[in-house]
């Protein structure tokens, strides 16, 4: 199964603001970004897009650029809840809830949000289900650095711990094989 993980473009968001399924705008002007994108996808697929508007915009466009029916949005390529940490700069979290995330984000799940095995375990169950569709048609999935990062732990059997290690540009297109 042929698939390619598109990573939204940039937001409206300064640097060093938490923001996961806080649904933000893109930076404008993206046109030119999106003809890129475009230009390293198939010109035949199917297409699932988180429900993010910083995704589903950059999934209409590529709908009507390459003549696609539909695409379907799917809550389980949300980002990570960052739960009571959304839309505040990570300098204003208090180190006592920060520091024991930063040191096991994995596994602790941020107040009112989720942990990344969380994220993962959903993430995990849409690709079951994608495998189970045997879809024949190169798959597009526009998401987010996260649920990329997770896909990629997935297919390469990669920790959970390392995921970081799998550098997901804003714009970036990572074809892979399920």
């Not at 508007?53 to 960052?82: P, V, W």
């Amino acid at each position: 199964m042929e698939i390619y993980l598109v990573r939204h473009t940039e937001t409206i968001c300064e640097k060093g603001i938490c923001y996961g399924q806080a649904d933000v705008d893109l930076a404008e002007p993206f046109g030119s970004v999106f003809e890129n994108i475009v230009s390293q996808l198939p010109s035949e697929a199917v297409l699932f897009s988180s429900p993010s508007k910083r995704c589903t915009i950059l999934a209409q466009y590529i709908q009507n650029a390459i003549k696609l029916a539909l695409f379907e949005k799917d809550s389980r390529l949300m980002e990570m809840n960052f739960g009571d940490w959304e839309l505040k700069n990570w300098n204003d979290i208090s180190p006592e809830q920060l520091n024991p995330w930063m040191e096991d984000f994995v596994n602790i799940s941020v107040s009112n949000g989720e942990s990344f095995v969380e994220l993962h375990q959903r993430v995990g169950d849409f690709l079951a289900e994608l495998v189970s569709k045997n879809i024949t048609k190169p798959i597009i999935i526009i998401a987010h650095a996260g649920v990329i990062r997770s896909i990629l732990c997935h297919q390469t059997s990669l920790p959970l711990k390392d995921a970081f290690n799998n550098k997901v540009d804003f714009g970036q297109v990572i074809k892979i094989k399920l």
